[in-house]
């Protein structure tokens, strides 16, 4: 199983990102699929989650976030707008629950 997260960056408050994760070992449309993110010092924390068509995102980012699939590509998108300092973290993709298996994420950053 690989999970490849891309897109991240740096980019003022306000700005907007779109995060891409690749699946590979396993067909995503089978599963309900998540974005987590850590933030510095932090745990790691679940920001959305999609699952037969439905959706589901932590308070934080309702409004802001959009979570979807491309079941073509076997891939995941995150679309992050009107982003916040307080949105910088790694954000990782993976299963809802979560495989043991985390992939390297990719590094947000928003600057004030």
């Known amino acids: 199983v690989q999970l490849q997260a891309s897109g991240g960056g740096l980019v003022q408050a306000g700005g907007s990102l779109r995060l891409s994760c690749k699946v590979s070992g396993f067909t995503l449309s089978f599963y309900p699929m998540a974005w987590y993110r850590q933030r510095p010092g932090n745990q790691r924390e679940l920001v959305a989650e999609?699952?037969?068509?439905?959706?589901n995102y932590v308070d934080s980012v309702k409004g802001r976030f959009t979570i979807g699939r491309e079941v073509m590509e076997n891939s995941m998108t995150l679309y992050m707008n009107d982003l916040k300092p307080e949105d910088t973290a790694v954000y990782y993709c993976?299963?809802?629950?979560?495989?043991?298996?985390w992939g390297q994420g990719t590094q947000v950053t928003v600057s004030s």
């Open positions: 999609i699952s037969s068509g439905q959706t």
């Open positions: 993976n299963r809802r629950p979560a495989l043991p298996t």
